[in-house]
């Protein structure tokens, strides 16, 4: 592994006045659970790995109107925060399956997305919940919606200069339910072959699907809202013939590629499996309103 400085900034100003100092030859690193990984296979090789952690603020989730969760923020404690498996239940099952227990203590939301792996475990559940990037530069701030922050595979909207400072979530529609299923080769520390979220906002008296929301990871160069799949659902009640077509839809709407964790069409097929899945299991969860 070629040899690196680390530094270490005390405030996100510091942070920011070094990543325009070193430009091209720093990196930002989190948890460093992908960037570690990424520098050993030469994927990456900066002189200079400027650390987030211990920057205060950055590992906080806050309700301020609008839920915000630091880029700091570890899957850990997304998966046991209160407030977000009671308001979030889709991101906090997302974060509980990622990796193992030792990443999670140190892998954060904020890498797992400006990683902009397509299989990325917390972006589905970010994309149903139309959640947006907080993004930092000595610039200024910006906010950028999370679909137009994957670009492509490896690939985010971040500028050279910017920092992402956090993840703010609007609350989802009363009424609604969800559910975040993967599908890995096995139970536990492995990436997906397919991710799903669902989300469906449904009519209390009447059960029919007022507004839905579905998202697809590892089916595509980045994470995807599958938009015709959720015009099929909404508008109807969700029984066996439309939960059917809403799978086929979402076979559609991917563009997978084979890997050595599965092949394309094995990836089309489960997409179409787990929507389905995913849309039955919200309706079991009924009760639970999201
Ligand atoms: C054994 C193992 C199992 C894993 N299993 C899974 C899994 O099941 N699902 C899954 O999705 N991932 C998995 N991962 C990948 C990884 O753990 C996650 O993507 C994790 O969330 C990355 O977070 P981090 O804090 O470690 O990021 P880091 O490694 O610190 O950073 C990742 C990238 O993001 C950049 N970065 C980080 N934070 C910021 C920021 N705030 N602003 C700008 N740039 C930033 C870094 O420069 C780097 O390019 C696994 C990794 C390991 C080692």
Not at 256 to 277: H, N, Q
Request: include cysteine; proline fraction near 5%; aromatic fraction near 4%.
């Amino acid at each position: 592994m070629k040899k690196f400085d680390y530094l270490k900034p005390n405030t996100l100003e510091e942070a920011l006045s070094l990543l325009n100092q070193y430009g091209d030859r720093a990196k930002m690193i989190a948890g460093g659970t992908d960037a570690i990984v990424m520098n050993r296979q030469k994927k990456i090789s900066p002189d200079v790995f400027i650390s987030l952690r211990g920057i205060p603020g950055l590992d906080q989730i806050e309700f301020n109107g609008i839920f915000k969760i630091g880029a700091l923020v570890t899957h850990r404690t997304i998966e046991q925060s209160e407030l977000i498996r009671k308001r979030f239940p889709i991101l906090a099952g997302a974060s509980s399956v990622l990796g193992s227990v030792q990443v999670r203590n140190v892998a954060t939301i904020g890498g797992n997305l400006c990683t902009a792996s397509p299989s990325a475990e917390t972006s589905p559940s970010l994309l149903v919940y139309e959640a947006e990037a907080h993004l930092v530069s000595q610039n200024g701030e910006r906010r950028l919606s999370l679909e137009s922050f994957f670009v492509g595979p490896g690939e985010n909207a971040l500028d050279k200069k910017e920092i992402l400072k956090g993840i703010l979530l609007p609350s989802p529609p009363p009424n609604s339910v969800g559910a975040y299923l993967k599908l890995g080769r096995r139970k536990s520390v492995d990436l997906s072959v397919v991710n799903v979220a669902v989300l469906l906002t449904l009519d209390p008296k009447t059960g029919i699907c007022e507004r839905a929301r579905i998202a697809l990871g590892a089916v595509a160069p980045t994470p995807l809202r599958a938009k015709e799949t959720e015009k099929i659902l909404e508008g109807n009640l969700l029984d066996d013939g439309i939960i059917r077509k809403a799978g086929d839809c979402a076979k559609q709407e991917c563009s997978p590629i084979t890997d050595i964790r599965g092949s394309a069409e094995y990836r089309r097929e489960m997409a179409g499996v787990l929507v389905e899945k995913g849309i039955r299991q919200s309706l079991v969860n009924h009760s639970r309103i999201v």
